[in-house]
């Protein structure tokens, strides 16, 4: 007869076990055929997402480095 293990924790996933993902709006299930105005919405709307996101780590980026890379400059 097998042994059950007495470590039974279950895990709901995610960031550090959270079940929080860290998506943002890429869990809509639409086909790449499918042509209906919803999907194509969401389509746009993800991809504008990931263009803000982009954008705002690059501004961040050029904020924080701006004062170094000026400094060098010198």
Same mark, same amino acid.
């Given at each position: 007869? =097998?042994?059950?293990?007495?470590?039974?924790?279950?895990?709901?996933?995610?960031?550090?076990?959270?079940?929080?993902?860290?998506?943002?709006?890429?869990?809509?299930?639409?086909?790449?055929?499918?042509?209906?105005?919803?999907?194509?919405?969401?389509?746009?709307?993800?991809?504008?997402?990931?263009?803000?996101?982009?954008?705002?780590?690059?501004?961040?980026?050029?904020?924080?480095?701006? =004062?170094?890379?000026?400094?060098?400059?010198?």
């Amino acid at each position: 007869m =097998p042994r059950r293990s007495k470590n039974t924790t279950s895990s709901n996933g995610g960031i550090l076990g959270s079940g929080i993902f860290g998506l943002f709006g890429t869990t809509i299930n639409c086909s790449s055929t499918d042509s209906s105005l919803y999907c194509s919405f969401m389509k746009f709307v993800n991809i504008l997402i990931a263009i803000v996101i982009i954008f705002s780590i690059l501004y961040i980026g050029y904020v924080f480095l701006y =004062p170094y890379i000026k400094h060098v400059g010198r």
